[in-house]
């Protein structure tokens, strides 16, 4: 009887002690951390749409030319008869303007591309002075928008040309100011400008240039 009784008590003893160490484990035990909901990271802005600026008084930087810009497709139907490609406007600010002198162009529809070139000499560019605080304003004749605008730049005379970033003009724009060349002296500035007609039905890319009298910075 002894015995037994010991047995028992032998196994109440340890299941007592059993139910003590599960029970101080679960007061012990740290509960899991919850993930946060919160996250520094900056949300992405998303895809910008190829000509929309965040200030309409303002065009947009391209941060490169990794990629061939495209303009949008002409819409059908073509229009009738021979594209005329428009005439470009240069200005200082709000001053008179003169007709830039026009290079290459390449201009599609609906159902034909052309294209034309400048073999050796054309006629001479027209000349504008301007300070370096001012600003060059470029703008297509009436019944055409501006997409798009590069510029370049080099001395009158001799070698060391600039390529300005390309800019994406606010759409419905048929002007956009860009920079004066950043250089001392007569100098030679052209831009590439895509364009778009109006009624949608012609696309395309021309190049003009004028001439500069830019004085010395301070002078």
């Not at 109440?12 to 029970?23: C, E, G």
């Not at 909901?37 to 990794?66: F, I, M, Y």
């Not at 240069?90 to 390449?106: E, H, Y």
């Not at 001479?124 to 055409?144: M, S, Y």
Request: charged letters at 20%; aromatic letters at 4%.
């Amino acid at each position: 009887m002894a015995s037994r009784r010991i047995a028992r008590t032998s196994r109440l003893l340890v299941s007592m002690a059993l139910t003590a160490l599960i029970a101080g484990c679960a007061a012990t035990a740290e509960p899991s951390p919850v993930p946060s909901t919160s996250s520094t990271a900056t949300p992405s802005a998303g895809p910008r749409v190829p000509g929309e600026s965040p200030d309409p008084a303002e065009p947009v930087v391209d941060p490169g030319d990794c990629c061939q810009f495209e303009l949008p497709s002409p819409l059908c139907p073509s229009p009738p008869g021979p594209v005329v490609v428009p005439d470009i406007r240069v200005s200082i600010g709000d001053g008179p303007g003169v007709i830039a002198v026009r290079g290459s162009t390449t201009f599609t529809t609906c159902t034909m591309t052309s294209a034309t070139d400048i073999a050796g000499e054309g006629p001479p560019a027209p000349w504008l002075t301007a300070t370096h605080q001012d600003r060059i304003r470029l703008q297509v004749q009436t019944g055409w928008t501006i997409v798009r605008v590069q510029g370049y730049d080099h001395p009158a005379v001799g070698d060391g040309g600039n390529i300005d970033p390309a800019i994406d003009v606010r759409p419905g724009s048929d002007r956009v100011d860009v920079r004066v060349p950043f250089r001392d002296g007569d100098a030679g500035a052209d831009w590439t400008l895509w364009l778009v007609r109006v009624d949608g039905r012609v696309v395309g890319q021309v190049n003009v240039g004028v001439r500069l009298h830019l004085p010395a910075a301070g002078g």
